[in-house]
Nanobody, 131 residues
Framework: QVQLVESGGGLVQPGGSLRLSCVASGFILDYQAIGWFRQAPGKEREGVSFIDFARSGSTVYADSVKGRFTISRDNAKNTVYLQMNSLKREDTAVYYC???????????????????????WGQGTQVTVSS
């Protein structure tokens, strides 16, 4: 299994920006997708964005973050980033990095990925958007 470690969370004012990082260790090339989920207090966990880390770098996003968040990769560093701009109070949540394999080839839809079985998870990083 691959191990995932997130960092970069914190407190930011509405309209501000944060960049989350997810460093993977292990044989990450076995995994078809790496992505970000989030869970706000009292709410179910939801998918945010996913990337084809090992090959094309294709990306998909939740409608709620399109145009504000950007997922990217640095293969040399085994790292996935989530650049979050124009943050809103409703973005407040614990953000988790996750990796999945056995999904088949890209292109993969956001809907499929957000319901897939992600077998590897990080510990989570808190993002709080508040004035």
């Amino acid at each position: 299994q691959v191990q995932l470690v997130e960092s970069g969370g914190g407190l930011v004012q509405p309209g501000g920006s944060l960049r989350l990082s997810c460093v993977a260790s292990g044989f990450i090339l076995d995994y078809q997708a790496i992505g970000w989920f989030r869970q706000a207090p009292g709410k179910e966990r939801e998918g945010v964005s996913f990337i084809d880390f090992a090959r094309s770098g294709s990306t998909v996003y939740a409608d709620s973050v399109k145009g504000r968040f950007t997922i990217s990769r640095d293969n040399a560093k085994n790292t996935v980033y989530l650049q979050m701009n124009s943050l809103k109070r409703e973005d407040t949540a614990v953000y988790y990095c996750a990796a999945a394999r056995g999904l088949g080839s890209w292109p993969l839809t956001f809907e499929l990925l957000s319901r897939a079985d992600f077998g590897s998870w990080g510990q989570g990083t808190q993002v709080t958007v508040s004035s």
